[in-house]
T-cell receptor, first 113, second 111 residues
Framework: EPEVTQTPSHQVTQMGQEVILRCVPISNHLYFYWYRQILGQKVEFLVSFYNNEISEKSEIFDDQFSVERPDGSNFTLKIRSTKLEDSAMYFCASSVQASGEQFFGPGTRLTVL | ELKVEQNPLFLSMQEGKNYTIYCNYS?????LYWYRQDPGKSLESLFVLLSNGAVKQEGRLMASLDTKARLSTLHITAAVHDLSATYFCAGWNSGNTPLVFGKGTRLSVIA
């Protein structure tokens, strides 16, 4: 069964460093999303991406964040200068249509020291 | 703006008992999703509810949707330990592509 994959599963970084989180969405899906979940809290939307551009973003997704689809399979989230409060689980999701069910990857746990 | 509220946030149940988790939402939601999350794991899709009166069942879990009351419920029948997890509901409407999640209900089933 096709699934969303994410790498790495755990990333530890120093405050101020750049990190890139990688996702491979399900191959025939066209809509891609990043969500984050701070430990013990709810899942929050960051950004959605369609047709090689951002379609929506939340207030959390400030200038420190960027997304890219560098090739036909990968979808990346870059945090330019990490802060302690960026520590969270980051989930990638994809769907066939904007109205379609979103399938989530296993997540990347980001720890900023 | 769609907002989603779940209650209770914490639920400790004895094995064999029944209970219901409630999910209220603030504005029109074209779809309502229920997800399960085990500690440190991803979100597993349980149910997608599309229309008023929709009811779906899988094993000991049953989800329903009342769009007029803006309420979805997740009913647990004869709980077993394996159901211990956090359950999230999430709303979606056509004016907004991302899912809006509730805070989750942490369910603990004890013997």
């Amino acid at each position: 069964e096709p699934e969303v994959t994410q790498t790495p599963s755990h990333q530890v970084t120093q405050m101020g460093q750049e990190v890139i989180l990688r996702c491979v969405p399900i191959s025939n899906h066209l809509y891609f999303y990043w969500y984050r979940q701070i430990l013990g809290q709810k899942v929050e939307f960051l950004v959605s991406f369609y047709n090689n551009e951002i379609s929506e973003k939340s207030e959390i997704f400030d200038d420190q964040f960027s997304v890219e689809r560098p090739d036909g399979s990968n979808f990346t989230l870059k945090i330019r200068s990490t802060k302690l409060e960026d520590s969270a689980m980051y989930f990638c999701a994809s769907s066939v249509q904007a109205s379609g069910e979103q399938f989530f990857g296993p997540g990347t746990r980001l720890t900023v020291l | 703006e769609l907002k989603v509220e779940q209650n209770p946030l914490f639920l400790s149940m004895q094995e064999g008992k029944n209970y219901t988790i409630y999910c209220n939402y603030s504005t029109t939601s074209d779809r309502l999703y229920w997800y399960r999350q085990d500690p440190g794991k991803s979100l597993e899709s349980l149910f997608v509810l599309l229309s008023n009166g929709a009811v779906k069942q899988e094993g000991r879990l049953m989800a329903s949707l009342d769009t007029k009351a803006r309420l979805s419920t997740l009913h647990i029948t004869a709980a077993v330990h394996d159901l211990s997890a956090t359950y999230f509901c999430a709303g979606w409407n056509s004016g907004n592509t991302p899912l809006v999640f509730g805070k989750g209900t942490r369910l603990s089933v004890i013997a």
